[in-house]
Structures are given as C-alpha cells and as structure tokens.
C-alpha cells in the first residue's frame, strides 16, 4: 500500500463542514487504489487569526510547501472585515498561492444534465456547456506595486498596479494550449486590449506561444464581451484562459450556469505543488446547520486525485459518485426544487451517499 501525505486547512465557515466530506470521499477512493492518504490539518483564515493573531503561519506554510498538495475548505467572514488587508484572511491565501508558486488556476465549468434546470438561464441555452477556465493567479492587479492610499488637494485616492510580463503570461498560455490538446483544441484569449496596456502585452505573449501549438486553434475576446458571451452562448467556449482579475470575475459569473457556487471545483498548479479548493465561500451564514452543498470539496479532491496524486481511477470515481448522487434526486437547498424525484438533503445525506456509491454498496 503506498502511503501519500497532504495538508488540509479547512479554513472558515462552511470550510471545515465541506472539507471533511472531501477528505473522507478521496480517502476512500484513493484506498481502492491502492493508495493510502495521510492529513495533516492547520488553522487557516479567520480562524487562525483568532489562534496567533495571523492569518497563516509560518508553520503552516512551510508544511504545505514541503507536502506540496494542498486541500483548502474557505475562508472569510464578516467578523474580520475591519482587520487591517494584512491580517484579513484573504491575505493568507494570496500568501500561499504565491509561496507554493501555483500561477495556474483551473476552474471546469460542466453542466450537469440532471442539473440543467436549477440554472436560472434557459435549459437549451446552458445544456452541454463544458468550460475549462484557466485563470492566471499570481500576477496581475492582486500583486501588483505600488499599491497605496493617499491625499491630493484635500482628496483621497487608491493606487493598484495591474502588470505582467511576458514570461507569466507564456507560462499560464501553455497550461491553457495542454489542456486543450486533451479537449477540443481551441483556446480563446480573454484580456482588455483595446484599452489597457498590460492586456496588449498579454495579447502579443499568447500569440507569441499561439505558434508552438498549430494544431490549437486560437481566437481572443475582450472581457466586457466575454462576459455577456458566458451568458448568451456558452457552449462556444472549450478553454478560455485570462488574467488574474478577469478571471475571478468570470469565473464566478460562470458558476450560475450550473446553477450554483456549490458545484465548482478549483486546482491551483505550479511545478510540482498543487493547491485544490472549491470556488465558493465560507457562507458564514449557513456555518454550523450541516446543510452546506460539498460537492464542490468533493470534486476539488478528484482533481488533487488527477493532478497531484496521478490517480485518474480514483479521480474518475469520484466524478462519477457526485453523478449518481445528483441522478439520485439529493438536492442540498442551494440546488433543491421541487420536481418529482427530488430530495432535500444536508451535508450528512450527501457525504453517506457518497462513500456508499465509492465503496459499491450503492449502484451508480
């Protein structure tokens, strides 16, 4: 039995709720094939602030660093919106993307056929709509300097930095033409060129990398356009690959084709490090009632399963269990409507499902 070591940090909210699902699901999966998965936990977020006064620690980087495989929950919450940017928990998970160098963020958008009618746009509209958004994440306007707050006659004003050189922009180019290699070889450039001069350079590196890669066909989109695209015409799109920004926005944007935030999965991939998190928040409002959606934890985990651990069986497996719970009718309350079929459930009906369908005491 060979034996793989990862680092959880369940983070805020739901986080902790959803992760444990995820790490019970892929430790099934991964068993079956002959892989035994080992967890080390850390506090991350708010939560660690309210243990050491930060956000992350230096322990806890150092630990992900040398795992290199990363199982992240949420973070976030209302009660540290007021902390200072450095001690608010975003501020350690732009740390640790950038520490573990994880420049690449892999978001699959994949409309699930039984969950076609829980998007509130038209079924014909979004059925078979099947993105990969590839997402530069250590770059751009989140980490650009100089970054400052100050007063000109009397007013105040805010200066970011949006800036990329050509080298992060070729690195992130050649993750989005792989991918599309194994997809249906077309990748569409999302940037701002007609305005912003970091989105010219964009531009010309990815045109630049466009020649590496003849079998891949390659079409750009202003993101205004994009945006409205998403919505208008999803199935156009097989990898779109943008900057940091941008893609945070769209992203998000093209969760609601799938009806909901507690459906999409996440992989943050850097050289050999990997960090997997689901896209949607800690929803501190739910936090605690074991109604929260983990089906996004859930295929976080099959993804750390296919990039990390090389497990596309186990990878496979997972995907196809959170199939048959949907096939199955177990709707959480962001996804539940009531057609026949359908069951409300919480957190605890789902996980259970899930680990009977892994083990085969359930057919899929």
Same mark, same amino acid.
Request: with cysteine.
């Given at each position: 039995?060979k034996?793989?070591?990862i680092?959880?940090?369940?983070?805020?909210?739901?986080?902790?709720?959803?992760?444990?699902?995820?790490?019970d699901v892929m430790k099934?999966a991964?068993?079956?094939?002959?892989?035994?998965?080992?967890?080390?936990e850390?506090?991350?977020?708010g939560?660690?602030?309210?243990?050491?006064g930060?956000?992350?620690?230096d322990e806890?980087?150092?630990?992900?660093?040398?795992?290199?495989?990363?199982?992240?929950?949420a973070?976030?919450?209302?009660?540290?919106?007021?902390?200072?940017?450095d001690?608010?928990?975003?501020?350690?998970?732009?740390?640790?993307?950038?520490e573990?160098?994880?420049?690449?963020?892999?978001?699959?958008?994949?409309?699930?056929?039984?969950?076609?009618d829980?998007?509130t746009?038209?079924?014909?509209?979004?059925?078979?709509?099947?993105?990969?958004?590839?997402?530069?994440?250590?770059?751009?306007v989140?980490?650009g300097?100089?970054?400052?707050?100050?007063?000109?006659?009397?007013?105040?004003?805010?200066v970011d930095?949006?800036k @990329?050189?050509r080298s992060e922009?070729?690195?992130?180019?050649?993750?989005?033409?792989?991918?599309?290699?194994?997809?249906?070889?077309?990748?569409?450039?999302?940037?701002?060129?007609?305005?912003?001069e970091?989105?010219?350079?964009w531009?010309k590196?990815i045109?630049?990398?466009?020649?590496?890669? +003849?079998?891949?066909?390659?079409?750009?989109?202003?993101?205004?356009?994009?945006?409205?695209?998403?919505?208008?015409?999803p199935?156009?799109?097989?990898?779109?690959?943008?900057g940091?920004?941008?893609g945070?926005?769209?992203?998000?944007?093209?969760?609601m084709?799938?009806g909901?935030?507690?459906?999409?999965p996440?992989a943050?991939?850097g050289?050999?490090?990997?960090?997997?998190?689901p896209?949607?928040?800690?929803?501190?409002d739910?936090?605690?009632?074991?109604?929260?959606? +983990?089906?996004?934890?859930?295929?976080?985990?099959?993804?750390?399963?296919r @990039?990390?651990?090389?497990?596309?069986?186990a990878?496979?497996?997972?995907?196809?269990?959170?199939?048959?719970?949907?096939t199955?009718g177990?709707?959480?309350?962001?996804?539940?409507?009531?057609?026949?079929?359908t069951t409300?459930?919480?957190t605890k009906?789902?996980?259970?499902?899930?680990?009977?369908?892994?083990?085969?005491?359930?057919?899929?």
């Open positions: 039995m034996k793989v070591n680092v959880t940090l369940p983070g805020d909210g739901i986080g902790p709720e959803v992760t444990k699902v995820a790490v099934a991964c068993l079956q094939n002959g892989v035994e998965v080992s967890v080390t850390h506090p991350f977020g939560v660690c602030y309210e243990q050491h930060v956000p992350v620690t806890t980087i150092e630990s992900c660093k040398e795992t290199k495989i990363v199982l992240l929950g973070v976030g919450g209302p009660k540290w919106d007021n902390l200072s940017a001690k608010r928990p975003e501020a350690a998970l732009l740390k640790l993307r950038k573990l160098g994880v420049f690449a963020n892999l978001r699959p958008i994949n409309v699930y056929p039984v969950l076609a829980a998007s746009l038209k079924k014909e509209v979004i059925e078979g709509t099947d993105i990969l958004i590839v997402r530069e994440l250590t770059g751009g989140y980490f300097r100089p970054r400052f707050t100050s007063e000109e006659n009397g007013d105040p004003f805010s930095t949006m @990329y050189s922009v070729q690195r992130v180019a050649r993750v989005a033409f792989e991918a599309a290699r194994l997809r249906d070889k077309r990748v569409c450039s999302v940037d701002k060129a007609n305005v912003l970091s989105s010219r350079m531009r590196s045109l630049e990398i466009a020649g590496e890669y +003849p079998d891949v066909e390659l079409s750009h989109m202003l993101v205004d356009n994009c945006a409205m695209q998403i919505i208008r015409d199935k156009q799109f097989d990898v779109m690959v943008t940091n920004l941008f945070d926005i769209l992203s998000d944007a093209a969760s084709l799938t909901s935030l507690g459906m999409l996440s943050s991939l050289g050999e490090n990997g960090l997997y998190e896209v949607h928040g800690s929803a501190p739910i936090a605690g009632q074991g109604v929260a959606n +983990p089906l996004a934890a859930v295929a976080s985990a099959a993804l750390l399963c @990039y990390s651990l090389h497990l596309e069986e990878a496979q497996k997972i995907e196809e269990a959170i199939q048959s719970v949907l199955n177990l709707r959480t309350a962001d996804l539940f409507t009531e057609e026949p079929g409300l459930a919480n009906d789902v996980a259970q499902l899930l680990l009977k369908i892994i083990n085969d005491t359930v057919e899929a």
